[in-house]
């Protein structure tokens, strides 16, 4: 009772000291409120993204760390590993193929800024910005209809759109590094190719305004690091 006494009593005394202690409860209160909404909103995000390429593709996504900033949008993921789908496990395949199962993609880094609005109600991928940092990108075949680069870009073009300001497209960066690509055709268990590649490609540009040509700018890149597998796929479909 004695500290309730108190209180009335520092209010009746200090009016204008309790108001502020209030004030100050109350801000801080919203802030926690806040934080707490933005931290529940990013990890719906974080979770809306791997769900998004998932669903769409039926690669799954893993890393070390994904950081997304749920009011510019800007996301950065750290060490990246992208799963083929069950169908392009190699031992389920053939006995005869000398190959381990390797994922689809390993990433350094992948760094990009995208319209949060659209991923978490949307379930689309709108890209203002991109960066790809890749150790190593594995391309197989099955056989003439079964490629796992074919069905992840037939599987991401739906729910993947760029940027528009005044009606046009518009990226603001582009860059994009691979620095090791292998292809394994195992069409033909008997006859099975494998290439292994140090490619090195490095590309990047800004204020991105037109898709054809950037897209024409990666295929030259592309075709100087001699992986046509990647070129068909991609750019002339």
Not at 115 to 140: A, H, T, V, Y
């Amino acid at each position: 009772m004695s500290s309730i006494y108190r209180a009335f009593k520092f209010a009746k005394e200090q009016p204008l000291g309790c108001l502020g202690s209030l004030l100050f409860s109350a801000i801080m209160t919203t802030a926690a409120i806040g934080a707490i909404g933005f931290a529940a909103y990013s990890l719906i995000a974080v979770s809306a993204f791997k769900s998004a390429i998932a669903d769409a593709t039926g690669f799954h996504m893993s890393a070390d760390s994904i950081l997304f900033n749920l009011y510019n949008g800007k996301c950065s993921i750290s060490r990246v590993i992208l799963d083929n789908p069950s169908a392009y496990d190699v031992h389920n395949i053939s006995s005869n193929l000398n190959f381990e199962n390797e994922p689809f993609i390993i990433a350094n880094r992948i760094e990009m800024q995208i319209s949060p609005s659209d991923l978490i109600f949307n379930g689309k991928i709108k890209l203002i910005s991109i960066s790809l940092d890749i150790e190593k990108l594995n391309c197989i075949r099955i056989n003439n209809n079964t490629y796992n680069l074919s069905e992840f870009i037939d599987g991401i073009r739906p729910i993947m759109a760029a940027n528009e300001e005044n009606g046009s497209i518009f990226l603001s960066d582009v860059s994009v590094k691979i620095k090791w690509i292998s292809y394994r055709d195992i069409s033909n268990s008997r006859d099975a190719l494998y290439w292994n590649l140090n490619a090195n490609i490095d590309y990047s540009d800004k204020s991105v305004d037109n898709i054809s040509e950037l897209f024409s700018k990666l295929d030259t890149r592309f075709k100087e690091a001699n992986v046509p597998f990647i070129n068909k796929s991609i750019f002339y479909k």
